[in-house]
C-alpha cells in the first residue's frame, strides 16, 4: 500500500478509487528517478496488463411503431466491466455494421464506445478496437452476433423487455510500456499486474478532474439496469467444486488401481509356484 | 397408375416441367448431335483427345457434280526399291484416278549414317578403346536399325553398353563431322559439334534412374518418415527458441502450428489406448510443458490479445498429447459437471482454474483407462484359459498384439466382467465402428454420477 498512499500525497486531487487496483500494488519507491524517465518507453517483462470488458447489444422492439424494415430499436456497445470509462486504454471502435446500411462502417472517436441503429435483421458486428499509442499500435477484433428476438418466441412481445446479450471478455497486454503501466496504476477501468521485485515506477500521471471531462463511463447509462452482472466469484466457486469433484475421484481410482495391482502380485505368485 | 397415384398425390406436371427447365443449365455441356448417347457417355462428357472431324461435316451431302467411285487400283511405293505392285481401293472422283505418289510414301525416312573412308578412319578415328572391325560393324548396325541404339546393343557381337556404343559413334561422327569441314566455323552450329555426348553423365543418369524406380514401397515410406520427423523436430525447436528469446521475431502462428501438430500426434496416439501401459500416462506432461510455454510466447508476439482466445490456444497446447477422441470425453465431462466449456467470467483466475480441472480431467481418464486395462488383465490371470504359459510376459504381448490385428474383447481378455459391461455400453451405431479400432472398451462417456 505504500505506492498509493504516496501517490496521494503528490496528488491530493486524485479521486478515490475502488476496485481491485491499489490491492495488488507491491511497489517500492526505493531507486533513483533518472533511471526511470528514460525507461518510459521500455516494455516491461513479465508484466501484463489486462481491461475487463463487455460488449454486446440490447435490443427493443418498436411494437405499433414497428415497420417492415425498422421493426427494432437497438444499441451496440463495449463497455467497462464494472462500466469504467475505457477512454485511457481505446482510443477509438470502429463498428462494422451489414453492407444493407448507409455507411456501414461506424467510427466511434470517443468513449462511451456505443452505436444504436434501427432494423429488423440480425448479423454479426465486428468492432475494432484502435488503442492509444502508448497502449498496442495494433488493433483488436470483436465479433459480437447483433441479436434482436428472443430466445423463445413463445412469449408475448413486449416493447417493454429488452432483448440483452452480452459477453465478458478481458483485454490482455503483456510486456506494457511503463507509461501506459504509469497511467494505468490507478486507473479503476484496469486491473493492475502485480509487479515484479525490485521494479518501481514513476509517479502516478496526474489525471484530469473527473467534473470538467466529458463523461465516458456507462455508469448513469439509460440502459444500465439492462446490463448483465458477470460474477467471477460464482464462476470460481463453480469450478472449485468441480475440481474437487475430480479430485476425489482421482483418488479413488488410484486406491483401485493399487487394490487390483496387489491382487495380481499375489495371483502371480501363487501361480508360479 | 403411378408413383403419385399411389402417394394420393394431385396429378400436377409443374414440377416435372420445372426439373426440365432447370437441367440444361446444370448441364452446359450438351451432348453433341450425331453421336449416340452410349458412345458419348464412354468419354465421360471429356473433350475427345484427338481432334476428329466435326460432326456437321459428316452429315453434309457431297457436292452434286463430283461422282464418286472406289476403285481396286494397282499402286507403286517409291519408297520401296523392288517396284512392288500392290493393290488398294482408291477414291475416284468423276473417273479420274488420282496421280501422284503414294500418300504414305512420305513417312519412310532414313538416318543418314556418315561413311568414313579407310584413310579417314586412320587419319582421324583411331581409338585404343576399339578396333576398325568393331566400328565398322557397329556403323554397319547403326545403318540397318536407324540408330535403335538398344536394338544395336543386343545384336553387337562383343559386349558394349549403350552408352558406349552410342558415344562411339557419336564421336566419330563428330571428328568426321570437323574434318571435312573446309574451317571448324562452319560446323559450330552443327548439333553433333555444338553438343558432344557426355558418356560420364549419361550412365550417372541412368543409375540414378534405376536407383529410383527400384525402390521399394516400404523405402519410400521411410524416406517420408524421416522427413516428417525431421520437420517435427524443427517446429518444437522453433517453439522451443520462441519460449526462450520471446523477443525475436517469430511468427505468431507458432501457437496454431504447434496445435495442428498436436491433432497429429493425438491420431497417431488414439488407435493404442487399451494398451496403454502405466508409464504412458506420466510422458505426455512434459510435453504439456512444452506447449504451454510456446503458446504462451507465441500470444505474447501478439502484443494485445483477448483473455478468451489465450485460454482457446492454452487448451488446444494441454489437450496435444490427447487424442481427438479424449478431448471429446473431457468435454462431455465438463458437461456432465455443470461447468461451461467456455467459461462465462473468463477472469485470469477463472481461466487458470478452468484449465487446471481441464488438466485434472485428463489424469482421471488416463487412471480409467489404467485401471480397466489392469483388471482385464487380472481377469485374465484368473480364468487362466487364455494363457498356455503363466508365467507370459502378458503386458509386451499385448501391446504388440494392438497394431497387428483387431482381436475382440472377449476372446483375448477372456474376462467375464469386462464383456458384460462392454454389452451394457454397447449403444446405438457402436457396431459399426467396433472393428475400426480396439479402442471401444474405454466407456463412451462419464456421467456425473459415477463422480
Redesign the interface.
Known amino acids: 500500500m505504500i505506492n498509493s498512499s504516496s501517490s496521494k500525497k503528490h496528488d491530493p486531487d486524485q479521486p478515490e478509487v475502488s476496485g481491485p487496483a491499489p490491492k495488488l500494488l507491491r511497489t517500492k519507491m526505493s531507486k533513483p528517478e533518472d533511471t526511470e524517465k528514460k525507461n518510459l518507453n521500455k516494455k516491461l517483462?513479465d508484466v501484463e496488463i489486462?481491461v475487463?470488458i463487455v460488449y454486446g447489444n440490447i435490443a427493443f422492439w418498436l411494437g405499433k411503431k414497428a415497420s417492415e424494415y425498422q421493426s427494432h430499436k437497438w444499441t451496440v456497445y463495449v463497455r467497462g466491466a464494472t462500466n469504467e470509462d475505457l477512454g485511457a486504454v481505446i482510443k477509438r471502435a470502429v463498428f462494422q455494421l451489414h453492407s444493407s446500411f448507409s455507411n456501414p462502417t461506424r467510427v466511434v472517436e470517443s468513449p462511451p464506445f456505443e452505436l444504436s441503429e434501427s432494423g429488423w435483421g440480425e448479423f454479426e458486428i465486428a468492432i475494432t478496437l484502435y488503442?492509444h499509442s502508448d497502449?498496442?499500435?495494433?488493433p483488436?477484433n470483436?465479433y459480437h452476433h447483433l441479436k434482436l428476438y428472443p430466445e423463445d418466441e413463445s412469449g408475448p412481445k413486449s416493447t417493454k423487455k429488452p432483448v440483452v446479450v452480452e459477453s465478458?471478455?478481458?483485454?490482455?497486454?503483456?510486456?506494457p510500456s511503463e507509461s501506459f503501466l504509469a497511467r494505468a496504476q490507478n486507473h479503476p477501468a484496469i486491473?493492475f499486474p502485480r509487479l515484479p521485485a525490485g521494479l518501481t515506477l514513476p509517479p502516478p500521471v496526474p489525471t484530469e478532474d473527473a467534473s470538467k471531462k466529458k463523461r465516458g463511463d456507462t455508469k448513469d447509462h439509460p440502459l444500465g439496469q439492462c446490463f448483465m452482472n458477470?460474477?467471477?466469484a460464482?464462476?470460481?466457486l463453480?469450478?472449485?467444486a468441480?475440481?474437487q469433484?475430480?479430485?476425489?475421484?482421482?483418488a479413488k481410482?488410484?486406491r483401485?488401481?493399487s487394490m487390483?495391482?496387489g491382487?495380481?502380485q499375489q495371483?502371480?505368485s501363487t501361480?508360479?509356484q | 397408375m403411378d408413383a403419385k397415384d399411389i402417394l394420393g398425390l394431385p396429378k400436377t406436371q409443374l414440377p416435372i416441367t420445372q426439373e426440365k427447365k432447370s437441367r440444361p443449365q446444370k448441364e452446359p455441356q450438351r451432348k453433341p448431335d450425331g453421336i449416340s448417347r452410349e458412345v458419348y457417355a464412354l468419354t465421360g462428357g471429356l473433350a475427345p483427345l484427338m481432334p476428329s472431324i466435326d460432326v456437321s461435316q459428316l452429315k453434309k451431302r457431297p457436292p452434286s457434280d463430283e461422282k464418286i467411285t472406289w476403285q481396286w487400283l494397282s499402286f507403286t511405293n517409291s519408297a520401296r526399291k523392288d517396284d512392288l505392285q500392290l493393290y488398294h481401293w482408291v477414291r475416284v472422283v468423276n473417273g479420274i484416278p488420282p496421280t501422284g505418289d503414294y500418300s504414305f510414301a512420305k513417312y519412310n525416312k532414313s538416318v543418314d549414317v556418315v561413311k568414313y573412308t579407310d584413310e579417314e578412319y586412320e587419319k582421324y578415328l583411331t581409338d585404343p578403346m576399339w578396333t576398325k572391325e568393331e566400328t565398322d560393324q557397329l556403323f554397319d548396325l547403326c545403318e540397318r536399325f536407324d540408330l535403335r541404339f538398344i536394338v544395336i546393343a543386343d545384336r553387337f557381337p562383343s559386349s558394349r553398353t549403350v552408352e558406349e556404343l552410342k558415344d562411339r559413334y557419336y564421336s566419330v561422327s563428330r571428328a568426321i563431322l570437323i574434318a571435312r569441314a573446309p574451317s571448324p566455323g562452319d560446323v559450330s552450329g552443327h548439333p553433333l559439334v555444338k553438343e558432344p555426348y557426355n558418356i560420364a553423365q549419361e550412365v550417372e543418369r541412368k543409375r540414378a534412374l534405376s536407383m529410383v524406380l527400384s525402390q521399394t514401397k516400404q523405402q519410400e515410406r521411410k524416406d517420408a518418415e524421416v522427413l516428417a520427423e525431421a520437420k517435427r523436430i524443427t517446429v518444437s525447436r522453433m517453439a522451443a527458441q520462441a519460449a526462450e528469446e520471446?523477443e525475436l521475431p517469430v511468427a505468431p502462428n507458432v501457437g496454431l502450428e504447434s496445435a495442428d501438430r498436436a491433432v497429429v500426434l493425438g491420431d497417431t496416439v488414439s488407435p493404442s489406448p487399451n494398451g496403454q501401459l502405466p508409464s504412458a500416462a506420466i510422458v505426455p506432461s512434459t510435453s504439456i510443458m512444452d506447449d504451454s510455454a510456446s503458446t504462451l510466447a507465441s500470444?505474447?508476439m501478439?502484443?494485445?490479445?483477448?483473455?478468451?482466445y489465450?485460454l482457446e490456444q492454452m487448451v488446444q497446447a494441454a489437450s496435444s498429447s490427447a487424442g481427438l477422441r479424449t478431448i471429446k470425453r473431457v468435454e462431455q465431462?465438463?458437461q456432465d459437471?455443470?461447468?461451461n466449456l467456455k467459461?462465462?467470467?473468463?477472469?485470469?483466475?477463472?481461466c487458470a482454474?478452468?484449465l487446471?480441472?481441464r488438466k485434472?480431467?485428463l489424469?482421471?481418464l488416463n487412471?480409467?483407462k489404467?485401471?480397466q486395462y489392469?483388471?482385464a488383465?487380472?481377469s485374465s490371470?484368473?480364468d487362466g484359459s487364455y494363457i498356455d504359459m503363466?508365467?507370459t510376459p502378458k503386458r509386451s504381448q499385448r501391446a504388440g498384439d494392438q497394431d497387428r490385428t483387431f482381436v475382440p474383447d472377449s476372446i483375448s481378455f477372456g474376462g467375464e466382467r469386462v464383456g458384460k459391461r462392454d454389452q451394457k455400453r454397447k449403444g446405438p451405431g457402436r457396431l459399426s465402428e467396433a472393428p475400426s479400432s480396439p479402442a471401444h472398451k474405454r466407456p463412451r462417456k462419464m456421467k456425473?454420477s459415477?463422480?
Do not use: N
Open positions: 517483462k489486462s475487463p488503442f497502449v498496442c499500435d495494433k483488436l470483436l465478458y471478455d478481458e483485454l490482455v497486454f503483456p510486456e486491473t458477470f460474477s467471477e460464482d464462476e470460481l463453480q469450478l472449485a468441480a475440481r469433484q475430480v479430485q476425489t475421484h482421482i481410482l488410484k483401485q488401481i487390483v495391482d491382487q495380481q495371483l502371480r501361480s508360479d | 520471446p500470444l505474447r501478439l502484443r494485445v490479445y483477448l483473455r478468451t489465450a465431462t465438463l459437471l455443470g461447468v467459461p462465462r467470467v473468463p477472469t485470469k483466475a477463472v482454474e478452468h487446471e480441472l485434472e480431467i489424469t482421471l487412471l480409467q489404467q485401471l489392469k483388471e488383465e487380472g490371470y484368473r503363466p508365467g456425473a459415477d463422480l
